[in-house]
């Protein structure tokens, strides 16, 4: 396996259903992240973790929770979605620029959910 | 100030022919401004980058202008093949350490045979 892998690739679920999305990175990065692709909607940055810590939340409901049990893998926890929440969820990952990289985030293929 | 605005939201043009896709945005800060490349059902991926330190960077037949002072930006693709087919996004980025790109919402280019 390269790059970044993600699964499910599709799931639909109920509002009352508790699902969780897989990603893992097998690119040596320490970031990865959680971004939401909805149609004719700019890509919007859910969650990152850096050297495993969440370092951005940005204002997502408490119905999606994130884990990064180490750099090499996050979930995202679903709970209780609204079927505004169909949408395609993107992991990546990127290497600090701190440490002289150029930060260019690796895409997974995406998890097409949806919330019936 | 977060936002990057990107036009047109989808493009048609003819094999050979050159696809423009511009950009914008305005928060001073963003130093880095990547353009992505995206298949269905396929994530994206990096085309190309630039830094606010040049005007133009060209890689093969895709070439990115920047003009600071307008705070604008646009992707070229000469010579443009049905397989440029996809979804660009423009992206800026604003800060060190993990990176926070903020996106475009992204052109539909369809590159006609």
């Known amino acids: 396996e390269t790059g970044v892998t993600q699964t499910p690739r599709h799931l639909v679920m109920g509002m009352t259903n508790k699902k969780s999305l897989k990603c893992e990175q097998h690119?040596?990065?320490?970031?990865m992240y959680w971004y939401k692709q909805s149609a004719k909607k700019p890509l919007e940055l859910m969650f990152v973790?850096?050297?495993?810590?969440?370092?951005e939340n940005n204002s997502v409901p408490s119905r999606f929770s994130p884990e990064c049990p180490n750099s090499s893998h996050l979930f995202l926890h679903l709970h209780t979605l609204q079927p505004e929440d169909s949408a395609l969820y993107l992991c990546?990952?990127?290497?600090?620029?701190?440490?002289?990289?150029?930060?260019?985030?690796?895409f997974g293929e995406g998890s097409r959910l949806t919330v019936l | 100030q977060q936002q990057v605005k990107q036009s047109p939201q989808s493009l048609i043009v003819q094999k050979g022919g050159i696809s423009i896709i511009n950009c914008a945005y305005e928060?001073?800060?963003?130093?880095?401004f990547p353009w992505y490349q995206q298949f269905p059902g396929k994530g994206p991926a990096l085309l190309i980058a630039i830094r606010p330190d040049v005007s133009e960077k060209k890689e093969g037949r895709f070439t990115i202008s920047f003009n600071k002072s307008a705070k604008q930006f646009s992707l070229h693709i000469m010579d443009s093949q049905p397989g440029d087919s996809a979804t660009y996004f423009c992206a800026a980025r604003g800060y060190q350490g993990a990176q926070k790109l903020v996106f475009g919402q992204g052109t539909r280019l369809t590159i006609n045979p």
């Open positions: 928060n001073t800060a963003f130093d880095y």
């Open positions: 690119l040596g990065h320490n970031a």
């Open positions: 990546a990952s990127s290497q600090d620029q701190t440490s002289g990289h150029t930060g260019e985030l690796f």
């Open positions: 973790y850096s050297l495993e810590e969440r370092v």
